[in-house]
Antibody, heavy 119, light 108 residues
């Protein structure tokens, strides 16, 4: 059974760094072709793809966020970590981690975590 | 980055009607295009991947077509549970992935 779950703070102050952890089970990020992505959705708005990390540790980031975003993994713990620096109220959103196998689309999503950026 | 433009923004239809949703990419994504359905308070659900392949458990009334820059999601014979927001998503290897802005299918 594949599951993913995001954890981290619900409230972050402007200019701080947001760190979220995605803990997953039921698959391995060492499997060839496997990927985990971070996606966010501001309240009432569309999905926004943030970045991904691949089984071979390759990382691709959204062009608009690449100067502030870092994604890393710890395969021994089955975790993927997102770090977003210098946050602003516009970064307020529900953040999702999701699994993407070698073929197909995003087939499993975490439940999401609502992060509010406010002073 | 590749920009995905979905149209229309809102589609007002009655149950039993046919819905046709469009997704246009700013450059070719081959067939690396997926469609998701999202209902209020829920996570997105994969409907179609690789432009035309139905995901596991998705009813046959959902179909996808297209390649390159123009894609279509068709829902034949809308059921009450199909009223939701639909997003397209491209997963070309490079540039970075992206989502469309969504099409809301609402009850007329």
């Amino acid at each position: 059974q594949v599951t993913l779950k995001e954890s981290g703070p619900a409230l972050v102050r402007p200019t701080q760094t947001l760190t979220l952890t995605c803990t997953f089970s039921g698959f391995s990020l060492t499997t060839s072709g496997m990927r985990v992505s971070w996606i966010r959705q501001p309240p009432g708005k569309a999905l926004e793809w943030l970045g991904r990390i691949d089984w071979d540790d390759d990382k691709i980031y959204s062009t608009s966020l690449k100067t502030r975003l870092t994604i890393s993994k710890d395969t021994s713990k089955n975790q993927v970590v997102l770090a977003l620096t210098n946050v602003d109220p516009v970064d307020t959103a529900t953040y999702y981690c999701a699994r993407i196998p070698a073929t197909g689309g995003i087939d499993y999503w975490g439940q999401g975590i609502l992060v509010t950026v406010s002073s | 980055d590749i920009v995905l433009t979905q149209s229309p923004a809102t589609l007002s239809l009655s149950p039993g009607e046919r819905a046709t949703l469009s997704c246009r990419a700013s450059q070719s994504v081959s067939t690396y295009l997926a469609w998701y359905q999202q209902k209020p308070g829920q996570t997105p659900r994969l409907l179609i991947y690789d432009a035309s392949k139905r995901a596991t458990g998705i009813p046959a009334r959902f179909s996808g077509s297209g390649s390159g820059t123009d894609f279509t999601l068709t829902i034949s014979n809308l059921e009450p549970e199909d009223f939701a927001v639909y997003y397209c998503h491209q997963r070309n290897n490079w540039p970075p992935w992206s989502f469309g802005q969504g099409t809301r299918v609402e009850i007329k």
